[in-house]
Structure formats: structure tokens, C-alpha cells
DNA sequence: TGATATAGGAAACGATCGTTTCCTATATGG
DNA sequence: CCATATAGGAAACGATCGTTTCCTATATCA
């Protein structure tokens, strides 16, 4: 996984006032990612973290003001790693229909095998965190509402184009759609084969009939 | 959620030696299962335990060995009463594909409201514990396993019945149909309508199609 | 009844947790 | 150069964690 592509950009147009970071934020929080993703946030200690991000605790702790912080910013660098990957992976191909499959596929390749058993930030902060913390909460809701509309976005553009028919309602295949994305990456938890989430991608695809 | 209609039956020939037990361990379980559901394996301490399940912690330890023993012991008697329940909600309708309209709809209706936001137990192990804990994540796998197989079980019947057709992959459908069920539960965790959870339900028809 | 075995529970245990303090280092602004 | 401002990091903090100890209570077996 190369997540350093992809950057927070600075304004850059006067340097800041004291001494400057000496760690670079974005690669420090695709350590913290993966720290969370396979421990959990409750599961995962400061000392966890400072080693994975190899800065000491008092430096998290100046940077991410809480433990809580540095989750929130772990998160929200998952999604925009993850968001921008996928329109990266859609944006090729014209046709609604094969849009979607591509959004299967990519889905399909996040979930099987190793990375495929670290799973997804999301959703081990819905699991863990959904009821208990109503900021995580509202992210974790922020995000299925984004993929969905981005799925919803695919089915209406199929229709349009003639790649999907009319006749099915593009709110509620966007809904199932989002559920059959977020359960591979559940059953993709226990260490699933290529083979078969590239089986439940293609399946998948009859939701569009 | 009235658990206490499925109880672990016990042989009951002689009454072991020591002071018998006070407590009713189903029912204590029963409280255990939505204390680790809304707060996570790491985010519930043995104090949460001991007020919800009105124990000490020394009774505790003496029950279940350690804190992993309690989530175990929860994890496994929720498997039974779920698998119970659904067994149930499948077995008044003949035709596999009744059976399997069934089963989705069983899941919608635990899937959505506030019964949706506490979550599934066994999501909420294998998303925090499946990579750290071998046991965890074995236990985890089974309970897949055993879904996907009751799944697998009803395509079969309804393809040898008539009302599924005998063109589709039985074991991929059923592997397609585990991802959208689990999806449900990680989607309802930031509570969903029953409306929203019934219509994906009836989209995931589609895929005996 | 007395020996044996297990349950209940108050209290205390060391370990580890998340967090803060405090000092040094390195930058900018005047 | 001196004032100001922020970063880095070692060390220490109280709180809470999971677990154990130890004693009492209640049952069976002989």
C-alpha cells in the first residue's frame, strides 16, 4: 500500500512562526491507520502507536492532542486516501454500468488476503465506536452517505446512458450496493482468497438488473 | 429481545458436588452480549460486566475463567440463540426462495432502529479481535461458515423446488448473500430505518436471479 | 456429623493506561 | 541579538485496568 501519493497540501505561503515539524503528518497517520485498523482504538495503546509512528508520546500528544485525535485524524487520511483511489479506479471507464463493476473489483482486491484481514477504518470504527462516541459516529455516517451517493451517482449515470435500466430505483440498488461493499470487507476480516470476493463482485452486478 | 426462551439445557442426573450456583448464566450472558456489543471486547471493563450482569468480579472469575472466557462464553451463546432464531424465521416456508426472503428479512428487522446501533456480536469480534485473537477469529469463521452454508442450503432446495433457477452458482450466491447480510449490520450501526433496511432486503432478491 | 468441594464477594495487587509536566531545541519577527 | 513561538522528548502522574487472594457460605458424600 503506497499511500504517499496522495498528500495533504500546505498553503505554503509564509513558513509558520516557532520551530518546524520535524515528521512528516501524512506518513505518520498511514502508520496510525494501520495500528488501528488491526488492533481496534481501545485495543491499541499510546506506546503502540509511538512506536508504529516513531515519534514519542509527548509529540503525539502536541500534534493529535489526544489519543481520540489521533484516531479522528487516522480517519479522516483513510477516507481520503481511500475516496480519491476509488475515483481513480472509476474514472476510466465512461459507462455507468462499468463504473460500478469497477468499484466491485476495487473492493474485491481491498478485501481478500492480507489487507483484506487488516480491514477497513470505517468500519472497525463503526464497530467499535458507532455507539459510544457520537463524532466517530457522525464520520462513520458521513462516509457510508458519500459511497452511497457515489454509488447512486453510477446507477443514475447507467441509466442515462442505456448501460442500466430505468426501470430499477437508483437510491435503494445504491443502498444494497453500499451494504455488499462493507460486508466483503467484514467477511474479508477472517482472510478470504482473490477468487472469492472477485466471485461476490461479479454476483454482485445483478443488482443492476 | 426475550433471549430467555432459549436456554442451554444442563444433563440434570445428580446435582454436582459444591454450593450450587446462584445465578442464572444464560440470562447473565444475555446482559454480558450487549454490554460487549455497544462497547467493544477492549472497550468494556470487568466493573461494566459485573454492574450489568449483577455479579462481582470474583464470581466472575470463578464463572469464566479470565475476561476473555466471558467474551467467548457471549460469543458462543449468542451463535446459539441467533441461529435458533433465524432457523425459525426460515422453516415455515417450503420454497427455498421463501426461505431465503425470509432470512433478509429477519436481518433487516435486526439490523435496523436501535437494535440495529447495538450491532452484531460476531461483527463486532471479528472487526476488533480477528487478527490478534486465533481463537477469536476461528470462532468467527464458523459462524460465517455456518451462515453462508444455511444460505448455500436454501439456493440448493430452491433450485431442486423450481423457485430458484438451476443456471446460478448456489455457493457464490450464498457467499454474495453472507456479504450483503453482514453489510446490513455494519450500515445499521448508525441507525438505519426499518423502511431503508427492508428495501435492501428486496434487493438482494435480485441475486437469485 | 465431618470431610470435601464449589460459589459468592470484599479487598488488595502489580501493571499498564492515557495524559501532563518540564526542559531543551529550533525556527521566525523585530 | 533578544523576544516569541512552536516542536521534541524524558520522566513522572494519578487513574483504572484485569486479576488474585482470602475468607465465608452452602451444597454433596460417606
Known amino acids: 500500500m ?25 506518513a505518520a ?14 485495543g491499541t495503546a499510546i506506546s503502540d502507536l509511538a512506536d508504529a509512528m516513531q515519534l514519542t508520546p509527548g509529540s503525539l500528544y502536541k500534534a493529535f ?23 481513480a479506479a472509476i474514472a476510466p471507464f465512461p459507462a455507468g454500468r462499468d463504473k460500478i463493476r469497477a468499484a466491485l473489483l476495487f473492493y474485491a482486491e481491498a478485501a481478500h488476503g492480507e489487507l483484506g484481514q487488516r480491514g477497513c477504518l470505517v468500519i472497525a470504527t463503526a464497530a467499535e465506536l458507532a455507539v459510544t462516541d457520537p463524532v466517530a459516529a457522525e464520520r462513520v455516517e458521513v462516509a ?10 453510477c446507477v443514475v449515470l447507467g441509466q442515462s446512458d442505456g448501460s442500466i435500466s430505468a426501470n430499477i430505483d437508483a437510491a435503494e440498488t445504491a443502498r444494497a450496493l453500499l451494504c455488499l461493499l462493507q460486508g466483503m470487507r467484514i467477511v474479508g476480516k477472517t482472510g478470504r482468497s482473490r477468487a472469492e470476493m472477485m466471485a461476490v463482485a461479479d454476483m454482485a452486478m445483478k443488482l443492476l438488473d
Open 29 to 42: 497517520l498511514d502508520h496510525a491507520i494501520a495500528v488501528f485498523s488491526v488492533r481496534g482504538y481501545h
Open 2 to 26: 503506497a499511500f504517499m501519493e496522495i498528500t495533504t497540501e500546505a498553503p505554503q505561503q509564509h513558513r509558520p512562526r516557532g520551530r518546524p515539524r520535524e515528521f512528516d503528518a501524512d
Open 65 to 87: 492532542k489526544d489519543k481520540r485525535g489521533i484516531l479522528l485524524a487516522a480517519f479522516d487520511r483513510y477516507r481520503l486516501v481511500r475516496s480519491t483511489k476509488l475515483k
Open 144 to 153: 457510508h452517505a458519500t459511497n452511497e451517493a457515489v454509488m447512486k451517482d
